[in-house]
């Protein structure tokens, strides 16, 4: 654990947003061209994809038990009015256990969650009392509902699903309690943060891994990260200045959060020992996930300040190296579990 020098915190939010602006407008001249939502509420910013879908009833379709520790769920969500793969990691035997949702980032795994696919998860977790929930798919998505359907991405419902739809379904299917944390990196951590200050009766305990919990500093960078992946950002919550964004900034209502265990990770960008390992996602760690990580240090540097000011405590992991890449993120998820497990009563 170390400190941060955050008197440049404000030089570097301005420096980032002016490189975020820049990627976002290039973004948005590539995407696909979008006419106005209309209709009765229509902000007149929205897509010109289908109709919202009508609400039905959400539906287990299936499970499959890949091993004896890790189960594959498919859900018809009746919120997105589409089918989602879940998969959960979960004790071999029987008995009553919390369970521990944990989020993907900006490009989900398609067949698997990246949590599985990209770190040692499914190891760690083995013998532990939890059902580790991994959602699959909801690319670009931020984990929550937008407020209109996208001609690329769908109708997404994502909260409506994460804490209304699948928890049932999870405590049911695998002896859950009731007790729940949840956790993500990047864009998973702060749709973590936000999902936890929206619903907090849900949760126990947040944990974020390289995520910008507050909405000052991630506004135009998530706006770039929708746009980039030829979607309208506007869909989402609106333009700058719409009063969703302020609903669902997580810095704004650090409140919700009080009573809570509460876990960040930040490196700082810097080349550090993963990147002595010679691996073909090195130049991207290093020039890619360096800049990015850069950004994000002075971000859970405000956040863990408004924190501070309201008297909730937090653990703040700041390290000395690291760049926006799996390998710490691993590192990162061990390192958190201190924090969480006991906190949802989990070994």
Known sequence: MTTVNTSSTEENRMRGLVVAATVIVLAMLLAPPVAAQSGAGSSGLGSSGPPPAIPGPTVLLGRNELTPSRSALWIHSGAMQRDIAVQVLHP??????????????????????????????????????VNVVLPIGGLAGYYTDWNFPDPVLGTYKWETFLTRELPPIIDREFAGNGVNAIGGLSMGGHAA??????????????????????????????????????????????????????????????????GKAIYLWTGNGMPGPHEFELKPQLPEAIFLGGPIEAYVLPCVAA???????????????????????????????HDSWATIGPAIGAR
């Not at 696919?117 to 083995?126: I, S, V």
């Not at 770039?224 to 997580?250: C, K, Q, V, Y």
């Not at 408004?306 to 990162?332: M, N």
């Open 303 to 333: 956040f863990a300040a408004r924190l501070g000011a309201a008297r909730i405590p937090a653990r703040v992991a700041y390290r000395p190296t690291g760049t926006h890449s799996w390998p710490y993120w691993q590192d990162a998820l």
């Open 92 to 129: 071999a035997g029987a008995g009553a256990r919390p369970s521990f949702y944990l989020l993907d980032g900006l490009d989900p795994g398609v067949d698997q969650s990246t949590w599985t696919n990209a770190t040692d998860a499914e190891r760690f977790f083995a013998g532990r009392n």
């Open 193 to 258: 943060f936000t999902l936890a200050t929206r619903n907090p009766w849900l949760y126990r305990a947040v944990a974020g891994y390289s995520a910008c919990p507050d909405n000052g500093f991630a506004q135009l960078p998530m706006m770039a990260s929708i746009a980039f992946r030829r979607a309208n950002p506007a869909n989402m919550w609106g333009l700058p200045g719409d009063p969703t964004w302020s609903a669902h900034d997580p810095a704004l209502n650090v409140g919700a959060l009080r």
